[in-house]
């Protein structure tokens, strides 16, 4: 093994991130579909345990595969075929997502086949979601909405014109004004990439609703709180999607190059509220996506530059677009800079140039000693300098149901982070 | 009712709900698996130990898990939620380290890692191996021999997160129970003590099976009363070793062999003539007499009086058990019925091998009691609206999983018998039961919830959702 790459990754006291099996499960889960995670046990007790806050209270198709050892050896794969089309059977789902842990993974089961032979078998579009349990939930939950996305709007990707966009629906040379399109309607948006690991506050989904409607959209989905696959189903219909997590980033960049669609990233909160709507417009407007809290972030002067005695850093860390977005709203609102470190995987093109990607407990006990103030989830907290002001942001995809009872609206945070 | 998801709402039909019945009859019940393997559910009730808990238990231990994110997440929290972070640490494993390696390096690397950092070298290291490890074709012997080679005065205890092979054979479980036990020696026989061990629940200092040898002057020892790794390892003292959990007959009926010791398996009893049995295996182990005959019969008549108190105050009552409450859900079913309390279903996925018994007279009694699974995947749709219990009748559940399914709040929040044993253990039994059936508690809140006997940082939220 070349270097030290070990020291990434060993954790003596600090969490680790939700993993990528119960982001799958957590993106889909208000869908209709079925989801078998291929594993021998433990990954649906960890899931409906730590990662899912749903579990009492709304019933979904998440079942486990109890892959055995002499299944793994010999390849059988036909039980698990077999069970799924059973269970297919009795409950009728929506589609079929099988999700992979480490073993199947690394034996390397075929499952483009078996999900073409049961959806054969069933009638029911299956697919597969590559994980296989050694990353977090941005990555799970990432591929989950674009596996999901492909499946539900493969037909008008298939009525795409050779510019990308959708013939009959909205899309190139259609001039957007500040909040109308030419026909006199709305800017459509879609909501992508919004799970409960990120926004454990169910009211927050409606709350994102009426925000974006309160600034003149109209909201065709919401991936995935609170709609169904119908609404789902429109969103190639849509001028612009808003990515809230980096869960989205996946199938927002899909939906960009398949229909023409761009996205704005970011999360309407505080101050920073504002000027996301404005940049969402923009985007409508001029068919470029845009990530506008960087665009905050990086005028910001260097961290460097800024180390004085009077002027405290700060930063702020965890999922890099809930963050990023928090990070906007607290430089609008103090005036003062906030650097932002992103604690999860999928962070490509949303962090600043100030931006920190810290991996294992060293590094992030190493950046984060660096601050003397921090916003982050509270168990992080011992990871800062003795002295540190820290401002407790609990992030339910790092501790869980630890602070259930302090996770206040991400949306509502706003100036008081 | 709970709002049920849209999609899944839409697409399966009440009609297709109300026929769809999870459970069988006993009297067509197959033994010990009467249900086929298929996908499986898994109900929100966690109030049962994991092997984080049982490793825990071993006093001054330091639990280190090398596995992926996603298994390591479980167990990560487990340890958070007991307030345990402290002696909990991982190694997260990476593609890399399979593709270049086959984890041997990342797991003697990772772990010494782990061990340097922390302020204070434990004196009992868990290292805990998965799946991975086992495909790879890791040399344990190897990793285990390095580490004590680098760190020559720490214990390193071999854990298995390996869930793939619990089917196949021992459960992770009930290996750790032999890991964690294995490291203890023969030391100077004393020949009046006694270790009460295997049970996850403590047993009560004045318990009928302790009382019975502290009254015949035998010192009687649990896991719980060593304070520290020291006294952990003095367990090798004991003349008799009693095992009352079948997780753990295995690992102290090896201890025993090792330390020559004798060895008695108590289950968890729940028919006078096995009591009577009991007593009698645990006298002949221990070389003394340990109950009159007077006494024995003093006992089963004053268990009689209290069930049949608890079947006039459940006449118009029905009780439902879990195999979670109680390794001997059949027993106890058997011995509820035979004094006049009705019961209606147990919540069961396989039958013990001690329950055969139990089985066969239920099957021959009671054809009609219903044997209803907790994993098959059916059962998403109870502990929702849908009624498990069918007679209309009001439900007392023993057990987390039984209050879920039939979404009663009179429950008892016992897990592996809660320390109920022998005579005693029926008559608490029975005022367990008639106390649930006076109080109501929340168990959306209470169920979800890990290991019981531990503390608790965990605080749930049971719902978010607007209810219809």
């Not at chain 1, 999900?115 to 349990?133: P, Q």
């Not at chain 1, 990233?265 to 505080?270: N, Q």
């Not at chain 2, 999609?7 to 009467?34: C, K, V, W």
């Not at chain 2, 047993?203 to 099976?209: A, H, T």
Request: aromatic content about 8%.
């Amino acid at each position: 093994m070349a270097g030290e790459s070990w020291k990434s990754q060993t954790w003596w006291n600090l969490p680790v991130y939700t993993g990528d099996v119960s982001g799958v499960c957590s993106a889909l889960y208000e869908l209709g579909g079925m989801v078998v995670m291929h594993d021998p046990s433990g990954c649906n007790s960890t899931y409906n345990t730590h990662d899912e806050i749903r579990w009492v209270s709304m019933e979904s198709l998440i079942f486990l595969s109890g892959l055995t050892q002499l299944d793994a050896i010999t390849g059988n794969d036909q039980r698990l075929i077999d069970d799924i089309v059973s269970a297919a059977n009795t409950f009728h789902p929506a589609f079929i997502a099988i999700a992979n842990s480490p073993v199947p993974w690394l034996i390397g089961t075929d499952f483009e086949a078996i999900c073409k032979k049961v959806t054969a078998l069933t009638g029911i579009a299956s697919f597969h979601v590559e994980t296989n349990a050694m990353h977090d939930y941005t990555k799970g939950a990432g591929q989950a909405f674009l596996h999901l996305a492909k499946m539900l709007l493969s037909e008008d990707a298939g009525a795409a014109g050779d510019s990308g966009t959708l013939r009959g629906l909205p899309g190139t040379g259609r001039i957007i004004a500040a909040d109308t399109n030419p026909d006199g309607r709305r800017i459509r948006l879609n909501i992508l990439g919004m799970t409960p690991l990120d926004y454990p506050v169910r009211e927050d989904a409606m709350a994102m609703r009426r925000i974006l409607e309160e600034e003149g959209f109209e909201v065709v989905s919401n991936w995935a709180i609170g709609d169904g696959l119908q609404s789902l189903k429109r969103s190639a219909g849509a001028d612009v999607n808003l990515v809230v997590s980096s869960t989205g980033m996946e199938t927002a960049r899909w939906m960009e190059e398949t229909f023409g669609i761009p996205y704005t990233v970011g999360v309407p909160t505080g101050s920073f509220r504002r000027i996301l709507c404005e940049a969402v417009k923009k985007s409508a407007l001029t068919r470029k996506s845009s990530v506008p809290y960087l665009e905050i972030l990086n005028s910001l002067p260097s961290r460097e530059k800024r180390k004085n005695p009077d002027t405290p850093v700060r930063c702020i860390a965890g999922e890099p677009v809930t963050m990023g977005s928090a990070a906007a709203d607290i430089v609008l609102t103090d005036g003062k800079p906030c650097d932002l470190i992103a604690l999860t995987e999928t962070r490509q093109g949303l962090l600043p140039e100030q931006g920190f990607t810290p991996e294992g407990e060293r590094q992030i006990r190493e950046v984060l000693a660096e601050y003397e103030e921090v916003t982050a989830d509270p168990m992080l907290k011992e990871a800062c300098r003795s002295g540190c002001r820290f401002h407790a942001l609990p992030h339910f995809a790092l501790s869980g149901r630890l602070y259930l009872n302090q996770i206040g609206s991400l949306l509502e945070k706003g100036g008081s982070l | 009712m709970l709002k049920r998801v849209s999609g899944f709402h839409e697409t399966l039909s009440d009609g297709a709900i109300a026929h769809l019945e999870e459970g069988i009859r006993i009297a067509d019940a197959s033994f010990p698996a009467p249900f086929p393997r298929t996908l499986e559910y898994n109900a929100p009730a966690h109030g049962t130990w994991n092997i984080v808990h049982i490793g825990m238990a071993v006093p001054q231990s330091h639990s280190i898990y090398v596995c992926s994110d996603n298994c390591l997440r479980g167990v990560v929290m487990t340890a958070a939620e007991m307030g345990c972070r402290d002696r909990f640490s991982s190694v997260m494993l990476r593609e890399r380290d399979v593709q270049v390696d086959n984890l041997e390096t990342i797991t003697i690397e990772g772990v010494s890692d782990v061990i340097r950092n922390l302020p204070k070298e434990p004196p009992v290291v868990f290292v805990f191996l998965v799946c991975l490890h086992i495909f790879t074709g890791s040399d344990e012997d190897y990793i285990f021999r390095e580490l004590g080679r680098r760190f020559p005065q720490i214990r390193f205890v071999k854990g298995y997160m390996d869930c793939i092979r619990q089917k196949e054979g021992p459960t992770p479980d009930m290996k750790l129970r032999m890991a964690a036990f294995g490291i203890i020696q023969p030391v100077r026989k004393n020949p009046a003590r006694v270790n009460l061990l295997g049970s996850d629940v403590p047993f009560d200092r004045d318990c009928e099976l302790i009382t019975l040898l502290s009254s015949n002057r035998f010192e009687v020892k649990q896991i719980y009363d060593c304070d520290d790794f020291e006294q952990f390892l003095a367990l090798g003292d004991a003349a008799v070793n009693v095992c009352t959990y079948p997780n753990a007959c295995q690992a102290v009926k090896d201890l025993s062999e090792r330390t020559s010791a004798g060895f008695v398996y108590l289950s968890a009893a729940v028919s006078f003539d096995e009591i009577r049995a009991q007593i009698k295996a645990l006298s002949d182990v221990c070389g003394r007499d340990l109950a009159s005959e007077d006494w024995m019969r003093e006992q089963e008549r004053t268990c009689i009086a209290a069930l049949q108190e608890l079947a006039e105050d459940l006449h118009d009552w029905t009780v439902a058990i879990d195999y979670t409450a109680h390794s001997r859900p059949l027993g106890i079913a058997k011995l509820l019925i035979q004094h006049g309390i009705f019961v209606e279903c147990v919540f069961l996925d396989a039958i013990l091998e001690e329950e055969q018994e139990a089985f066969n007279w239920l099957k021959e009694h009671c054809p009609d009691l219903r044997l209803v699974p907790t994993i098959q995947p059916g059962m998403v749709l109870y502990g929702r609206g849908k009624d498990v219990v069918t007679s209309g009748r009001r439900v007392i559940a023993l057990g987390q999983k039984a209050a879920w399914f039939c979404q009663s709040g009179h429950f008892v929040n016992i897990i592996e018998g809660g320390g109920l044993w022998g005579y005693q253990g029926i008559r608490d039994l029975c005022a367990l039961l008639r106390q649930a059936k006076e109080e109501e508690l929340d168990y959306k809140r209470m169920i979800p919830k890990k290991g019981i006997g531990w503390p608790s940082l965990c605080s749930t939220v049971v719902s978010t959702q607007p209810e219809e």
